[in-house]
Structures are given as C-alpha cells and as structure tokens.
C-alpha cells in the first residue's frame, strides 16, 4: 500500500487536503469532504454519472465493497496508473473528484453551537434575552434562610428498625405476626 507520506506527496498540490487512517486504509480529505481513500493498495477517487465514463474509458474498475449478503458498488474508481506519473493531470482529476465530493455530499444539520465557542459569541443567548427572575416576591431578598434546603423527612420507626435489623416497637407489625 501506498505510504501515508507517499499519498500525502501526491495530494500536495491541492491546498487544503488532509490525510487520515482509516478501516485499514487511508482517507483523503479536503474542507471535510472525502474525495480519495487508499484501500488493498490501491488509490480510488470519488466519481459520479458525469466523471465515471472517463475511468472506464481508461479501463479502470470500480470499488466494491463486500457487503453482508452481497457486493455493494461505492462511488471511488481506480486511478489510471499513468496519472502516478503525469501530477498535472492528477491534479485535474483529483480536483475533478474533489468536485464531485462537493456535489454529492449531503449538508450537515445545523448542531447546537458550544458554549463559549466562536458560533455561540456571535448569537445572543438566551439567557440574556430573558431578565432572571430571583425571587416570586418582587423586592424581596434572597437570604441564608431562604435559599437553605430542607432537612430530609424522617423515616418510620417500623422501616428504621427492620433496616438496622431490629425488631420493630410497635406490636402489629410484618414480622411480629405468626405465619400462615
């Protein structure tokens, strides 16, 4: 297989593009997209209707994936070997697959910025757009007493004593009856 160095080298050219491992292979990235992968050393470019008739023009062969019960198609083709040679025209076919990466990838929902991320300090919160209400008493204060919480409710003698394992002061209870 082509070294990640090796891919990378040939990827220089286009500003932007990344290199990252993945499923055993390699992935080729740009702004996020996918446009190239390295699998069973061999390099695959994405291609769609439009671009696909140009690899097999040059006799090449699409990626098939080994499904579960059958053999599933992927939109990468293989890269003619004489582009290893011509990085020019790699370029152009890259870009080209860079383009269809563009094209057939779906928008991504818009995610809930993170606090304090540059995305939530260009919006107003929503905290800021309501005032905080302190109290349900207009002009009281909120005081140590106020805001204290409440002891915890004391628990029956009967349930006490059975969980200390003891038996119980009150004659009706569970454990004192005879049993049936």
């Given at each position: ?17 990344t ?8 992935g080729?990235?740009r ?17 769609d ?17 080994d499904?579960?019960?059958?053999a ?19 370029r ?19 995610t ?46 009967a ?22």
């Amino acid at each position: 297989m082509p070294s990640q160095a090796q891919v990378e080298e040939m990827f220089a050219a286009i500003d932007g593009t990344t290199i990252r491992k993945m499923f055993g292979g390699l992935g080729v990235f740009r702004r996020g997209i996918m446009y190239a992968l390295v699998a069973d050393d061999i390099l695959y470019m994405k291609a769609d209707e439009a671009t696909s008739p140009g690899y097999e023009a040059e006799g090449c062969q699409q990626w098939v994936y080994d499904g579960r019960d059958r053999a599933v198609p992927m939109p990468y083709w293989r890269l003619p070997d004489r582009l290893f040679d011509e990085p020019d025209e790699f370029r152009e076919w890259a870009l080209a697959a860079f383009a269809v990466g563009e094209r057939t990838t779906k928008p991504k929902k818009a995610t809930r910025a993170a606090p304090g991320s540059a995305r939530s300090a260009a919006r107003p919160s929503r905290a800021a757009a309501k005032p905080v209400r302190t109290s349900k008493k207009p002009g009281k204060k909120r005081t140590a007493k106020t805001t204290a919480k409440k002891p915890a409710a004391k628990k029956p003698a009967a349930k006490t004593a059975r969980r200390a394992g003891k038996k119980p002061k009150t004659a009706r209870s569970r454990l004192s009856r005879p049993r049936r």
